[in-house]
């Protein structure tokens, strides 16, 4: 084992040591800090400056209670979190996740995913992530409300537009986000718009920022398949989810020429050979709050299949997981590509496992790994940062324009970067370099903090 290889083991054990129970996060560092290798033997200033020790190591982890009242006058209580993971370049920068299965490992994994994937925007912007174990679903909007009135009135000590900006990700929408602004308006009696981003266009939103992780996720996948001589045009695609990435994900899909067969929520997945009818989608999920099943029942070419995961046994060429983390195993990932699918791209964050990871790499496949094919949200939130400071909105073809530019320039940086390091193709090695040295030089430069 060389000297570099055991500093990465080394520094997985102490990850493992510390934290024993946080699965995810142990994961996700194992999948950047062994991909990154190369870049350690060829510098050694990193191993000199214990840049993996302190990069594994957020900075800051805030929790807190967040008791709120039902409708019916009862008590709860949830947990609260904001994990700021590092600030090298940029204020902390992440969404906020409303889900039962919220903990602390999982919001470490997401914050340490989102420092690398905020790199590769080439914005200025570091990561975070935080939430709640609350469950949104079948709450009514006065409890959702008093829920965030609650859990902001706590946040808003560790956050600010040159501190910290929230957005939203699972179970935090428009709605939640207009709640958190308005009671952070108010408390801190200022209109510090840059604070949150994925707010309304009427109070300092950008426009294209609904779209942008989905609309994102196919100008990467679609600059990827066209570095390789083909075109997204006629190919039948399996997409997972059915919220705000998957939506997206789906109308530019269809907009480029592809056929979407499939979408899912966390009870079942929906299969419609003639294709997914999208405004029957988002007539169900936007406007009615609705579960995927009610899609079937509506549209006679559908069929419904109770279980989500079924949906990686659809014959497909291209699969965007964009439900959840863990979402694809290796068994998954095998029939997948059993079936003939040449191209997969994860706009939910670390949807496959690792080790579904290495086998696309081994068969050769297209992949668009989380961190660089879902960037295209948060670079639009950034834009919505930019379009705040200047107290101006951009049209929605500026902001789309400039989002096309980045996934662009991502997709690029990272073909290059694995090039660079001897592993051409390997997107998943080519953007965590790409990233990891934007953050490690400026962590350097910034001295021992
Ligand atoms: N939650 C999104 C993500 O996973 C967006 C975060 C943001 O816009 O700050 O990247």
């Not at 997969?344 to 496992?353: R, V």
């Not at 989380?370 to 948060?378: E, F, L, Q, Y």
């Not at 660079?420 to 934007?438: D, M, Q, R, S, T």
Request: charged share 25%.
């Amino acid at each position: 084992m060389s000297e570099m290889q055991q500093y990465v083991e080394d520094v997985l054990a102490l990850v493992k040591r510390r934290d024993p129970d946080q699965k995810e996060f142990q994961d996700v560092v194992k999948e950047v800090l062994t991909s990154i290798l190369p870049v350690l033997e060829k510098n050694p200033k990193y191993k000199a400056n214990k840049i993996l020790e302190r990069i594994v190591e957020p900075e800051r982890i805030v929790q807190f209670r967040v008791p709120w009242t039902d409708d019916k006058g009862e008590i709860h209580v949830n947990r609260g979190f904001r994990v700021q993971a590092n600030s090298a370049i940029g204020p902390y920068k992440g969404g906020l996740r409303f889900h039962p299965s919220v903990n602390l490992s999982i919001l470490k994994f997401l914050a340490f995913e989102q420092v690398f994937k905020n790199s590769l925007t080439t914005l200025p912007i570091g990561g975070g992530k935080g939430g709640s174990d609350f469950d949104p679903k079948g709450k009514s909007d006065a409890e959702v409300m008093r829920f965030c009135q609650s859990f902001m009135t706590e946040l808003r000590r560790h956050i600010g537009s040159m501190v910290d900006t929230p957005a939203g990700d699972i179970g935090v929408g428009g709605r939640e986000i207009g709640y958190l602004f308005g009671q952070y308006k108010r408390l801190q009696n200022e209109f510090d718009a840059a604070v949150l981003t994925g707010k309304g266009i009427s109070y300092g939103g950008s426009l294209a920022r609904t779209e942008a992780t989905g609309y994102g996720l196919l100008y990467f996948t679609k600059a990827m398949v066209e570095a390789a001589g083909d075109t997204l045009q006629g190919k039948t695609v399996v997409v997972s989810g059915s919220g705000n990435v998957a939506i997206y994900a789906i109308e530019k899909a269809q907009e480029f020429g592809a056929k979407v067969v499939t979408c899912s929520d966390s009870n079942g997945y929906v299969y419609d050979p003639e294709g997914i009818d999208l405004a029957l989608v988002k007539q169900i999920k936007e406007v009615e709050r609705g579960r995927i099943k009610e899609y079937a029942e509506r549209r006679p070419s559908a069929t419904y299949t109770e279980g989500c995961r079924g949906v990686w046994s659809v014959k497909c060429d291209i699969a965007f997981p964009c439900a959840t983390q863990g979402e694809i195993n290796l068994d998954e990932a095998k029939t997948l590509i059993a079936n003939g699918c040449k191209v997969l791209a994860e706009g939910a964050n670390m949807p496959s496992t690792l080790e579904a990871i290495d086998y696309y790499l081994e068969s050769k496949i297209l992949f668009g790994p989380a961190k660089a094919a879902n960037a295209g949200g948060v670079a639009v939130s950034a834009l919505e940062m930019s379009q705040n400071s200047e107290r101006l909105h951009w049209t929605f073809e500026e902001v789309d324009e400039r989002l096309k530019g980045i996934m662009n320039t991502i997709f690029q940086n990272a073909k290059k970067r694995a090039e660079e390091y001897g592993v051409p193709g390997n997107l998943v090695a080519g953007a965590n370099i790409h990233a990891f040295l934007h953050v490690a030089d400026t962590m350097i430069a910034h001295g021992l903090v």
